[in-house]
């Protein structure tokens, strides 16, 4: 009968605090710039002149094709080198965002894709401008279709911002590796966290789930 | 001046040259119905109206404006002549005023104020003034066309072209779909219709034209031309149509 004792931990319940804030600051921020830049990525794939669409399709097959670790690595140690110099936090930023632009990029294009170009047609022939086509007709049924993959993503990149810990941001797994490193209390510091995580995501995914039933509230087929 | 001269288009998708040197006028509140057989180029005479395709030469005027996908005034061109196609082509994520009162507010041809009447107005000239806050899934295939219809006739267009409307209907939904556009001949609307219709080409419309591969190939009075086609493809294809 092991001899747990999860009391030790609770010193340290600002430090477990601080952790899930810095966590969730990383994952909204890289979730809000990430979606720009994947809408900016979707439109150039759709319909962009030709270098872009080359350097938007390059872009998201190096992110999606190389270790994450790697990226936030480089974000990290490599601007310094020219002079520009980031925190851990701001490198983990950027670098997740850059990351979840490439998968929100490809989810996104698929969304757009998934609307009959006699959509874009009929909004066309109202007189509207390409604008207020995608905008009101293209995209509210395009986000619905990719509601789904949207969210799934979004976790994943909860749970990867814990990569951000290797460049010593001050989030949650880093604050573990550091409560631990202080009470010896391995199992117990890791289980908690884990419990911490899985939470996070239940909570996040019926925060979801309660904003795509008010959103989408229109009758489809099938 | 007619609203629409068309004046010997040719267009071309690739090396298939669809549309011949067609030549078409359309005086306003004339009903003129295309006939003729599947790809002899119906669609796209109707698509270069709008705009909707870029024609190889050629001209098309709209009230004496050239039109081109590259003109100034495109979308305000566009406003003033309504389509509607075989697949409605409804937003399914708006209800029925929604999709009728999008453009003319987005358009400022209304207020949000006003939207509501417009909506109503155009909904009961088709019938469907009930039907406000159902959205188009939860409507038959009829409903939702003739929906279609009063988004046109929201924007108070010049010219109303139509593109096989009913051809999608189960059989039972055509005559609500005919009797609206029906109504609309009857109140002054200047229409172009592509149709398999016999009895609306013959009996509704001012003009007949009917197209073969790529080419207007006759035109004239419908009454005349049913009862007198002056070329054997004309004849045969009365003949197969007849009813
Ligand atoms: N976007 C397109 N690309 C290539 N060919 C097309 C396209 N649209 C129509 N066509 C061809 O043009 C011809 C005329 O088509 P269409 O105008 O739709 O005829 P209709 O409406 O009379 O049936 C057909 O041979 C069709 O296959
Ligand atoms: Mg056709």
Redesign the interface.
Known sequence: MPNFNFRPLWRYSDQFIDGVLTTLLLTVSATMIGLIIGIIGAIVLRGGPKPARIAVRTYIEIIRNTPALLQIFIIFFVPPTIGLKFSPIQASIVALSIYFGAYASEILRSGLNSIPA??I??G??????RW?VLS??VL??AI?NIYPSITSQFVLLLLGTSIASQVSADELFHAAGFIDSRTYRSFEVYALTCGIYFTLVVLFKIAFALVGRAA?R????R | MALVEIKNVRKNYGTLEVLKGVSLDVEKGEIVTIIGRSGSGKSTLLRCI?A?ETINSGEILLEGQSVSAKMDGL?????K???V?Q?F??????TIEKNVT??PI??GKTDKQGARKLALSVLERVGLADKLKA?P??LSGGQQQRVAIA??LA?SPHLMLFDEVTSALDPELVGEVLKVMEEMAAQGMTMVLVTHEMNFARNVATKLVFMHQGRVWEQGDPKTLFANPQTPELKSFIGHHAG
């Open positions: 006699s959509q047609e009929a066309l022939c109202l007189g509207l401008t207020q009101r007709i509210p049924p619905r989408f229109w009758p489809t087929r | 709008n909707l979308r305000q061109m566009r406003q002549v309504g389509i196609f697949a082509n409804l937003f399914p994520h708006m999008l453009a987005l358009t959205y899934e939860q988004r046109c924007m």
